[in-house]
């Protein structure tokens, strides 16, 4: 090993401490401002969304996608929809409720958004998002359920506020799921 390489190596190492050192006070002393009702700084906020879909886009290599046409099926995840996802992501004619402004990061308003890949869909609501109030729906459901559910986020951009309550009522009542499976 030469002096020049045991220079950048001890030089390397010494960095390194020298951030972990930094990060490990940064997060004793308490200054980031966790507070819900303050937003991160652009910088977390990219950070925080490029790490949110890498992850997803990592896992979703044995996701196989189910048909998802069936009517009877989208009115049962329309019902499930209705139920468990309404509060955080509204439903069509919903511009805002109670509880969404004081959320942080604010869930997406799911009719308002293009149809997303069916896959990301299912394993978001499988496994949900830690520190963003996205629930595992995936230990109380199972994965015909949650395929419902993303057959009805499928036509949910699509759907009016009367269509949309069309759906929700021919599915039924799906909310009472503490039998847990």
């Known amino acids: 090993m030469t002096r020049d390489f045991r220079m950048l190596l001890a030089g390397g190492v ?16 308490g200054s980031y401002d966790v507070a819900a009702d303050a937003p991160h700084s ?9 790490v949110r879909e890498r992850s997803i886009e990592s896992r979703l290599g044995g996701v196989k996608v189910p048909p998802l046409g069936d009517t009877h099926r989208i009115a049962e995840g329309g019902a499930h929809y209705d139920a468990m996802c309404t509060a955080c992501h509204l ?8 509880m969404r402004p004081g959320m942080n990061p604010k869930p997406p308003v799911l009719w308002r958004m293009k149809h997303g890949s069916a896959a990301e869909q299912f394993w978001v609501i499988k496994h949900g998002i830690k520190m963003t109030g996205m629930p595992a729906w995936g230990v109380t459901h199972s994965d015909e359920e949650i395929w419902n559910m993303v057959a009805f986020l ?7 506020p009367a269509q949309y309550k069309a759906i929700v009522a021919s599915g039924g009542d799906h909310h009472d799921h503490m039998d847990m499976h």
């Not at 010494?14 to 997060?27: D, E, G, N």
């Not at 652009?42 to 490029?50: D, G």
């Not at 439903?91 to 109670?98: D, M, Q, T, V, Y």
Request: charged share 10%; net charge neutral.
């Open 154 to 160: 499928q036509k949910l951009p699509s759907l009016s």
């Open 91 to 98: 439903a069509p004619g919903l511009a805002e409720n109670e």
């Open 14 to 29: 010494i960095t390194l401490a020298v951030l972990l050192v930094a990060a490990a006070l940064f997060v004793w002393s």
């Open 42 to 50: 652009a910088i977390v906020k990219a950070m925080v969304a490029t």
